[in-house]
């Protein structure tokens, strides 16, 4: 079983690195292209569901990952990664394909920014997104509680850490 899954990683990681390799030219997005063919072994469906004032700012809350204290979904506690390529402050550079496999850390209308955490809206789409000092915040389409982390280190995105 542990064997099928990692082999689903691997897969899922492969994949992001088509999916947010570097830009050949004509491609939009930040050079991501087409979006890759991914069968995650679990993709949110959904934005973390959060009230304003929650007691958990940016729909994220402190768990172990890997044996270090990181940055995890609030309702799901899956991993929240940051991106290397995302250079300025409160901006996204993951769109298109990259989005597939790296969902943004969506935020609501209603929810409000406090302390490190931010809201900013996406240039590509106008959905509002998360950021931990003003680093974008994403999950791994290939995470899964059982299995979370699974992303840090691949093509650029790393775990989220306080």
């Given at each position: ?93 993951c769109t298109g ?17 406090t302390g ?47």
């Amino acid at each position: 079983m542990r064997s099928t899954f990692l082999q689903a990683a691997l897969l899922a990681a492969a994949a992001s690195l088509a999916a947010c390799g570097g830009g050949g030219s004509g491609t939009t997005g930040g050079g991501y292209g087409n979006p890759p063919v991914v069968n995650p072994t679990s993709a949110p469906t959904s934005a973390p569901s959060s009230s304003p004032g929650s007691q958990n700012p940016g729909d994220a809350k402190q768990s172990q990952v890997g044996g270090a204290t990181a940055l995890v979904d609030a309702s799901s506690g899956l991993a929240l990664y940051t991106f290397d390529g995302d250079t300025a402050p409160n901006q996204s550079t993951c769109t298109g394909g990259c989005l597939i496999v790296w969902p943004a850390h969506a935020a609501s209308s209603g929810e409000s920014a406090t302390g490190n955490f931010t809201i900013f809206k996406r240039a590509d789409n106008g959905s509002l997104q998360w950021a931990y000092k003003g680093k974008p915040l994403y999950t791994f389409a290939s995470d899964t509680p059982s299995a979370n982390g699974n992303g840090d280190g691949v093509q650029g995105f790393h775990i989220a850490r306080p």
